[in-house]
């Protein structure tokens, strides 16, 4: 009889899982995880990880398997079980073509590779009329992006195991070792499942009106479970429903997919600029030393800052809040808050995280790249009555209503710093630069 492995990478579900479920109709099936040791990620991510593969191998468990987990080089462990197919998902990071490049040089005709496993749509299942295979504008995109079919929903499979040693689940520790945010998320297709079915079950439709709304909260949270494949994009897309909410959300998801179709046409823009546009980014250390630790004396950016460092997540909005701030009030290197944003965020992969830093900097897809977000016009519309600051400033959570984002009108306050920049001079410095 056949034996296939379903190789597990960033598709840690048994639900809509085109893996698992062409490995099972093959024949018995090895369920393989690789802990690649070059990649263990953060201790953020070793957390959140660690969660998704202890429910995958309990989800696997009621199909009738347990997940298969080895340590070391991917090529040699599939190579140990001798299988007659090996199926894994594609992906778009320099790390994955790699990975794939080797498996086939070892394996040929039986590595069978799955699109539209991590994504809604493949990379490059619709590009634009004159040749080109990508899109480089988000809209004419998304058009397309919505009038292609996408493949329907899977169900678990049933699973004939194949007889082999299933070895331990990995703790966090043992993927990577350090101490984590004091307030991470659960991870695992369970928890990720339950966050669906509360989102769909009518917070989605208050989307459009809380999606910036600070300290509402109004977002699904799914990213992390969207960049490790416990919950899958195009399950949501069918499951989102047709409201205004809905439409919102999938246009987000969309994005998302947009993102990884122009990692897949140029793999350089994880380090290089899309669009180069002659920034001489300044060097301050103590300037990102604030950034990064949330003490740059704008509390609405300092907010954002320390709720990455407490949660390892950021709301969208503050995300770009806080990219802004970096990029084009202090004009240092969108690749250092790429960087850090790597070294915190559950949801950071190559594609999202360095393409969003490149759009809000301006070197990136933007049709606007010399826009600026003014972080206190920004405070003042998203987090109207303070609430987001006192929350995760609490240096500042004396201060009542809207005065909150400006205390040093007040005087400042204990144990909180002055602003490092004049926000106006921050932009008009940018602008120079740009030659505006």
Not at 206 to 212: A, E, F, T, V, W
Request: charged fraction near 30%.
């Amino acid at each position: 009889m056949t034996v296939a492995i379903a190789l597990f990478t960033r598709d840690l579900r048994v639900h809509d899982n085109p893996v698992l479920t062409a490995a099972a109709k093959a024949g018995r099936v090895i369920p393989l995880f690789v802990l690649d040791e070059r990649i263990t990620g953060t201790p953020n991510r070793a957390a959140f990880l660690a969660d998704c593969l202890r429910d995958l191998d309990a989800g696997l468990a009621e199909l009738g398997a347990r997940l298969v987990v080895r340590r070391g080089d991917v090529v040699t462990r599939v190579r140990e079980f001798g299988a007659d197919e090996v199926h894994v998902a594609a992906d778009v990071s320099a790390f994955a073509h790699r990975r794939e490049d080797a498996l086939r040089d070892e394996l040929g005709d039986r590595l069978i590779v799955h699109d539209a496993v991590t994504t809604v749509l493949a990379p490059g299942a619709v590009t634009p009329t004159g040749g080109k295979n990508h899109f480089a504008v988000f809209t004419p995109y998304f058009r397309r992006w919505s009038e292609t079919d996408r493949r329907s929903v899977l169900e678990p499979p049933k699973l004939s195991p194949a007889r082999v040693r299933a070895g331990k689940v990995p703790s966090a520790g043992e993927i990577c070792a350090g101490r984590t945010a004091p307030d991470l998320p659960d991870g695992g297709e369970r928890a990720g499942r339950e966050l669906v079915g509360d989102w769909l079950d009518g917070q989605v439709d208050d989307y459009p009106r809380k999606q910036d709304d600070l300290a509402a909260g109004g977002t699904s949270r799914l990213s992390p479970h969207l960049h490790f494949g416990s919950v899958s994009a195009n399950e949501l897309v069918h499951r989102a429903g047709r409201s205004a909410g809905a439409e919102a959300f999938v246009r987000q998801l969309a994005w998302r997919d947009f993102h990884h179709q122009v990692l897949a046409a140029r793999p350089d823009c994880t380090h290089a600029d899309y669009r180069a546009r002659g920034d001489r980014w300044r060097r301050s250390a103590p300037d990102l030393d604030a950034w990064r630790d949330g003490r740059t004396g704008v509390p609405i950016v300092d907010a954002g800052m320390r709720q990455l460092l407490r949660e390892g997540w950021m709301h969208n909005r503050a995300r770009l809040i806080v990219g802004s701030f970096l990029t084009k009030t202090l004009y240092l290197d969108w690749r250092e808050g790429a960087r850090h944003f790597l070294a915190h965020l559950i949801d950071a992969d190559m594609a999202n995280n360095q393409l969003n830093w490149q759009w809000v900097a301006g070197t990136g897809t933007d049709t606007r790249p010399n826009r600026v977000l003014n972080p206190l016009l920004q405070a003042k519309r998203y987090d109207p009555q303070g609430d987001y600051v006192r929350r995760y400033v609490p240096e500042l959570a004396g201060i009542e209503g809207p005065a909150v984002h400006e205390p040093w009108k007040r005087g400042g306050a204990d144990n909180y710093p002055d602003p490092i920049v004049d926000l106006r001079a921050g932009a008009d410095r940018f602008l120079a630069a740009r030659g505006k």
